[in-house]
């Protein structure tokens, strides 16, 4: 299928790319979440953050790649959750250096028995995700640009009592004020009455950096922009 090989290249990007800098980690969370936000928006959903874990908020982590995997995993808890619903993002500093971001959907939730498989290329799991047709980034390659930081991700989830996926990081605090804070990705509007085609153009522009939101048809653009 096409989205394992647009996944395939995103992974390849990124390991020809790992770069470490300062970052204030809020800052970087909530430029991802300005990125997802009219596609939450547009669903009924919103997104709910939660920082007050976090002692020493500016540190040294490669942030491009911390972003896609947010990216990722709060589209996939956005596609998978009902109108309605709410979309968490927990920042949790676990000790002087060990980072978890946890984000946390209401969703249909996944069955006990199909949760190993979940991080497996080319696998769909028989719940509420099997019947989605996105073309967003797929789980398997999440987890290996996680493993690329050095960090682990991991889910709880049960039927009918939605999920949680955790990302543990080790980062270093940084020793300086001139932390990266307000970079913002470079966005783009696709219009496309095409479900599938829409979301092969995120992928792409996902290739490059750039960040994008969807609209179905030229009223509902308007009404996201």
């Given at each position: 299928q096409i989205s394992e090989v647009l996944d395939m290249n995103e992974l390849e990007t990124t390991v020809a790319r790992l770069e470490e800098k300062e970052y204030n980690i809020c800052s970087l969370a909530d430029s991802v979440i300005k990125g997802c936000s009219a596609a939450v928006k547009a669903r009924g959903q919103q997104i709910v953050t939660d920082y007050s874990g976090i002692t020493d908020k500016n540190v040294i982590c490669d942030g491009r790649n911390i972003s896609k995997v947010l990216d990722g995993l709060i589209s996939n808890a956005s596609e998978y959750s009902p109108k309605g619903s709410c979309?968490?993002?927990?920042?949790?500093?676990?000790?002087?250096?060990?980072?978890?971001?946890?984000?946390?959907?209401?969703?249909?939730?996944?069955?006990?028995?199909?949760?190993?498989?979940?991080?497996?290329?080319?696998?769909?799991?028989?719940?509420?995700?099997?019947?989605?047709?996105?073309?967003?980034?797929?789980?398997?390659?999440?987890?290996?640009?996680?493993?690329?930081?050095?960090?682990?991700?991991?889910?709880?989830?049960s039927t009918g009592k939605g999920s949680c996926f955790t990302v543990r990081l080790?980062?270093?605090?940084?020793?300086?004020?001139?932390?990266?804070?307000?970079?913002?990705?470079?966005?783009?509007?696709?219009?496309?009455?095409?479900?599938?085609?829409?979301?092969?153009?995120?992928?792409?522009?996902?290739?490059?950096?750039?960040?994008?939101?969807?609209?179905?048809?030229?009223?509902?653009?308007?009404?996201?922009?």
């Open positions: 979309v968490t993002i927990k920042v949790v500093q676990k000790d002087n250096s060990t980072y978890e971001f946890n984000v946390i959907d209401e969703g249909e939730g996944i069955p006990y028995y199909e949760v190993d498989r979940l991080f497996e290329p080319f696998e769909r799991i028989q719940d509420a995700r099997s019947a989605a047709d996105g073309t967003h980034m797929g789980l398997s390659v999440i987890k290996s640009i996680v493993e690329l930081m050095n960090g682990t991700i991991s889910v709880k989830s080790m980062l270093k605090a940084a020793v300086s004020d001139e932390c990266v804070t307000d970079k913002q990705p470079a966005m783009v509007l696709i219009v496309e009455d095409n479900q599938k085609n829409a979301e092969i153009m995120q992928e792409f522009l996902a290739l490059e950096d750039i960040g994008s939101d969807i609209a179905y048809n030229g009223a509902e653009a308007v009404d996201m922009y």
